[in-house]
């Protein structure tokens, strides 16, 4: 083994270096991420989209998302706190962080392939070795592939907007999630609202039902008449009883939600937050920017284009650079040389003959692409029509509860000329608990008219993927 002089090593390895630099500046370039306007056109061709629904910058967006900031639009002490409190101890949020972090790692290790690989090897033994040969001595080398054709550029590009669709997957999962614990907790106050006033509708039933019975003594009423009032009493009872019970469990679903044992916490406030504005300027232009389903289906186009890059550059020369040097010595054969050996060389290997099966691999990665494109135009259309059913759902719930509001107001002024005929001696009592049932049934009709104006809201901000501003 013939010996290299220093100064032989290094112009051996400039003059490589500088073929290889040649070489890169002349490389495949592995293209950039999409643009918008060409993702529409391939996804949902001849689609006339809305005025409201268009950007026209073409550019990706750079909007941060929204899953955890749109909860303080509703000036909510309560669910604010809980927020918090689910971003530190609820087991869902410790699962977004980790897959976050897989996906980083992911990546991480494919961009190792950018730097060179520098190993070890050692070895030693007598002349009754395991292997026989009684040869000791060590080896450090180094290998580089150059990347001339882009395959591991695509493939890193395709990690990072694999990366890329995860991290937005984990935002609409966090957008959900804070939707579902605001729903949970309003229902838990209006579920507890409600079964107050149940009890309390129950507990006139039970005093009509001792005035029918001492009318019916003195013959003003039936048996029949009493055996209504028992039915009546029955029915109250057994509604006070079920939301009682929804009530205690939504408290539970609560507690897991945020992280806690489920024993059903108190909650701090009875009352429903105002409900917001309603919504007069439609919707924001950039919806196909800011929805986390929708970024992470663009992200995996993107991925998929990434993948044909890498699948066509496998088809081309790999060519690495390598160099190291090592000591070899062995008690069985006579080495011409057991000094210290450095080397440098370059290895190419090109594919000459696979049976197809290069080709049928950048085929597969075309037909994920065509399906990334498919799954992307799907995420959108839903995403419009989410829109467009909260809109509408908004729209006929604040009607709705307008009327609901009528309707209460309304019977609470009749349950003030019911008690003023009372105190007059007009009516009887019996009239005037029967008016009390009726406005507390009104009362409840109303809560959950606010609840449902609310919840419709909470839908538009998970199709719009943030506040409605």
């Known amino acids: 083994m013939r010996l290299i002089d220093k100064a032989t090593m290094s112009k051996y390895l400039s003059r490589n270096l500088s073929i290889s630099l040649l ?81 980083e790692a992911m990546m991480k290790a494919v961009g190792g392939s950018f730097y060179p690989n520098l190993g070890v090897l ?85 005093k009509i039902l001792e005035h029918v019975k001492h009318r019916e003594k003195i013959g003003a009423s039936s048996k029949q008449d009493i055996l209504s009032a028992e039915i009546n009493l029955a029915q109250a009872k057994e509604l006070a009883f079920n939301l009682k019970n929804a009530s205690q469990q939504n408290l539970k679903t609560l507690d897991v939600l945020v992280g806690r044992y489920p024993v059903g916490t108190p909650l701090k406030n009875q009352s429903l937050p105002k409900s917001p504005s309603a919504i007069s300027t439609g919707v924001p232009s950039d919806l196909l920017e800011r929805r986390p389903d929708i970024v992470a289906a663009a992200a995996r186009v993107d991925a998929a284009r990434f993948n044909i890059k890498e699948a066509e550059a496998t088809r081309l020369p790999k060519i690495s650079l390598t160099a190291g040097f090592g000591r070899i010595s062995s008690e069985v054969f006579v080495l011409k040389t057991d000094s210290s050996n450095p080397s440098a060389g370059i290895g190419v290997t090109l594919p000459i003959f696979t049976g197809g099966a290069l080709e049928a691999k950048v085929e597969s990665r075309q037909a994920e692409l065509e399906q990334a494109f498919a799954t992307y135009a799907k995420v959108g259309l839903n995403a419009f029509r989410e829109v467009e059913s909260a809109l509408s759902g908004e729209q006929s719930w604040r009607a709705r509860y307008a009327e609901l509001n009528q309707i209460y107001q309304l019977q609470q002024n009749i349950q003030k000329s019911t008690d003023a005929g009372f105190v007059i001696g007009r009516i009887d009592q019996r009239q005037v608990l029967q008016q009390k049932i009726k406005t507390n049934t009104a009362k409840s009709n109303e809560q959950q008219g606010q609840l449902e104006v609310l919840m419709q809201r909470i839908n538009l901000y998970l199709s719009l993927g943030g506040p409605a501003i």
């Open 23 to 103: 070489l890169a500046l002349s490389a495949c370039s592995i293209g950039e991420p999409i643009k918008k306007s060409e993702l529409l056109d391939r996804a949902l061709p001849g689609q006339n989209l809305p005025g409201q629904y268009k950007t026209t910058s073409n550019q990706p967006s750079t909007q941060s998302f929204q899953s955890i900031a749109w909860v303080d639009s509703f000036n909510d002490p309560e669910l604010t706190e809980l927020a918090k409190l689910t971003i530190q101890s609820a087991p869902d949020f410790r699962i977004y962080a980790a897959r976050l972090d897989q996906a």
């Open 122 to 206: 050692g070895k030693t033994g007598a002349k009754m070795g395991l292997d026989g040969s009684g040869t000791s001595g060590y080896y450090v080398g180094a290998n580089w592939e150059l990347d001339l054709w882009g395959r591991v550029r695509a493939s890193y590009a395709n990690a990072e907007q694999n990366a890329r669709a995860i991290a937005a997957d984990q935002e609409s999962a966090k957008l959900s999630f804070m939707a579902n614990l605001a729903k949970t907790l309003w229902s838990a106050r209006v579920l507890q609202l409600q079964a107050q006033v149940a009890q309390e509708s129950a507990q006139h039933q039970e």
